[in-house]
Every structure is written in C-alpha cells, then in structure tokens.
C-alpha cells in the first residue's frame, strides 16, 4: 500500500509514522508512507496558502490550487494506482472499523490534512471521501490522518505477528472484545477465570463470546443494536440481562 499525506506540518509525522507497528510495516515494504508540504505547490510569492472567505465571516480558509496541484503531482508520478483521496473534515463521515477496513483494502491512500477555518468548498470536487474521526475539534487534520493510517496499516495481511489479532480486537466483530488475563494466576486476591486454565477450548470460547456480550451491554448498548446476533447470542444475551436485574 502507498500511502500520502498533504500537510503544512510533515514533521509531526516523523515519530508516530515510524514508530512500533507501522515502523514495522515499513520496514517488511508492507506500506509506503510519504508527507508532502502543499505550501511548496504555491503560486504566489508569499507562498499564501490561505486566505479571507468570500461573503466575510471569521477565520481564514485553504485555497484550492496548492492543495489541487498537490494532488495532481501523485497522480502523475503514480498514474498506475487506483487513489481514495480523504479529506479530513469535522463535517465528514464519522470514522468506525467498518471504513478502516474498507480503506486497507486500497492500493493508495492521499489524506488532506486541514489547518485554518476550513477548506476553499471548490477542493472538495476533488475528493472521493470526507471522513471526521469525532465530535471534537482539532488543531488540524494531522492526528486524525495518523489515527486513520494506524488503524489502517494494522489490518494489512503480515503486519501483525498473530494473524487472528485484528479478528478478535474490539469492534471487528462488532462486539467489545473480551477480558483477558496473563500471569501470575493471582493477584492481590484477583484469581484468573478457572475455565480459562481449564484447557477446554469449547468451553473456553464460550465464556470469551459471552464475556464480549456482557462488556458491550454494560459499557456500549448501542453497538448491540447495529449487528444481527445469532440465536445462541441471543439466548445468551437475555441470561445475561436477567442476571444483571438480579
């Protein structure tokens, strides 16, 4: 996978794009992560890339030709792959692992990283995705973008040593994942499980996918209502309720 990123900060990029599991996948080839400053695309002898909106109103906004031509300079030294170009934008789709999974099936991601009021609406035309990973605001769209690439790169085929990890994380199967436990057996008078020392794999799976289903009813109910449960999920579920209400 090829990945861009159009910023006035590529710096802020250095550390968390080389760092830990996506520095790992760099490493193998996995991904190509490559920052490229818009401000260098400037027409003007300022190098202005914002300015005051048309109609008034407060702030400054990003011009269009510094981004626009940003763009037009990957497609032509990469002409043979297919691009999803992201803007980050507060008003963009909500960002979930549904998309994340979408998007590690690409072959070249160009993210769009904001600073100022906003964006000239006209760069927009130029975008196949807007995407916001909140309701909260940022400074700019860089930690976002670094958000969305990690959780990105992380699904890409060998990047993480397990390949069952990303299967079972929190989310991929539309359930929180389940508690888990490492050694010692016991810790100040907390005892692991039994039945996960029993080495009853059935067993063992049972209490994890029951475990998934008390921890998203108790912590985010409203997961539940966006995935179809299976008839043993269900029954399990209304036990789990029951003992709840007790």
């Known amino acids: 996978m090829r990945i861009d990123v159009l910023t006035l900060f590529p710096n802020m990029f250095d550390g968390p ?18 920052t490229t400053n818009f401000r260098d ?16 109103g407060a702030g400054m906004l990003l011009t269009a030709q510094p ?7 990957i497609k032509k030294s990469q002409p043979e792959t297919k691009k999803r170009i992201i803007l980050m934008d507060p008003a963009g789709k909500k960002y979930d692992q549904k998309l994340a999974e979408e998007l590690s099936q690409e072959e070249h991601l160009i993210f769009i990283c904001g600073h100022y009021e906003g964006f000239d ?31 990105v790169v992380r699904l ?52 994890q996918e029951k475990a998934s289903l008390r921890k ?17 999920q269900e029954k399990w579920l209304q036990e789990i309720k029951e003992e709840l209400d007790e």
């Open 156 to 207: 890409l085929p060998e990047t993480l040593g397990n390949v069952l990890s990303n299967q079972t994380d929190s989310f991929s199967t539309g359930l929180l994942e389940h508690p888990q436990y490492t050694r010692p057996r016991s810790f100040r008078g907390e005892e692991v499980p039994e039945v996960l020392l029993s080495g009853n794999h059935a067993k063992i799976a049972e209490w």
């Open 17 to 34: 794009m080389s760092e830990s599991i996506i520095g790992k996948a760099i490493e193998k080839e996995l991904v190509e992560i490559k």
């Open 121 to 151: 609406e006209r760069i927009k035309s130029h975008v196949t995705d807007e995407v916001s990973i909140g309701d909260f605001i940022l400074t700019g769209g860089e930690l976002g973008a670094m958000v969305i690439i990690d959780s």
């Open 216 to 232: 998203t009813l108790e912590r985010r109910p409203d997961l539940l209502e966006k995935i179809e449960l299976t008839e043993q």
């Open 41 to 56: 695309y400037t027409e003007n002898k300022h190098n202005m890339v914002d300015d005051y909106p048309f109609g008034g």
């Open 67 to 73: 981004i626009v031509d940003s763009i037009d300079a």
